[in-house]
């Protein structure tokens, strides 16, 4: 609804503000997903629902590809799936 109806861009929009506080690193949920994931790995024999927090890291990785390269590579042409904001 904000890319198609407002115009609005991640990358052009939110680089003069959550890029500042990010240092020009852009934050992917898959990457918050990916850290899940290996800690759940690192402390299985610790945590009791292993199987309710890798769902969750799975479900983040997933979901920020399937944004990425089903929904906004055919819908706009471009993935954008950018590292660093501009």
């Known amino acids: 609804m904000c890319r198609l109806g407002l115009g609005l ?3 052009r929009d939110t680089a ?3 890029g500042l506080l990010t240092s020009g690193v852009r ?6 997903g ?6 759940a790995l690192l402390l299985r024999r610790r945590l009791v629902h292993i199987e ?3 769902s969750l890291g799975i479900a983040l990785v997933a979901s920020d590809l399937i944004h990425h390269f089903l929904v906004l590579w055919p819908l706009i042409g471009d993935p954008e799936f950018h590292l660093f904001y501009p």
Request: aromatic content about 10%; proline content about 0%; glycine content about 0%.
């Open 9 to 11: 861009e991640a990358t």
């Open 16 to 18: 003069s503000t959550i």
């Open 27 to 32: 934050i992917h949920h898959a990457y918050i």
């Open 34 to 39: 990916a850290v899940v994931i290996a800690l």
């Open 52 to 54: 309710w927090i890798l």
